[in-house]
């Protein structure tokens, strides 16, 4: 997750919605236990981290879509 964290500090400079960032790594990081490289990163990774997003929750409370999308959309920029 290397790569993530460098962009989320690089972002951090520039972008006004670094809490989205920050959402998506703790997500990513869930989803991985912590553990994962750019060569890990194939569509099927992709596709089952965004279910995995459209299933999480939050204090017993499902994901609202909105948020998932934003967070899959900051995770497909970060690998681009």
């Not at 989205?20 to 989803?31: A, C, E, H, I």
């Not at 459209?54 to 409370?61: A, D, G, V, Y």
Request: glycine share 2%; net charge positive.
């Amino acid at each position: 997750l290397f790569f993530f964290e460098e962009l989320i500090r690089e972002k951090s400079m520039i972008v006004s919605n670094i809490q989205n960032w920050q959402s998506t790594y703790f997500r990513l990081q869930k989803f991985t236990a912590g553990h994962c490289k750019m060569k890990d990163i194939t569509p099927d990774f992709c596709n089952e981290f965004k279910l995995f997003l459209l299933s999480s929750q939050i204090s017993k409370r499902k994901l609202k879509v909105n948020s998932a999308s934003s967070y899959y959309n900051k995770f497909i920029e970060s690998i681009k």
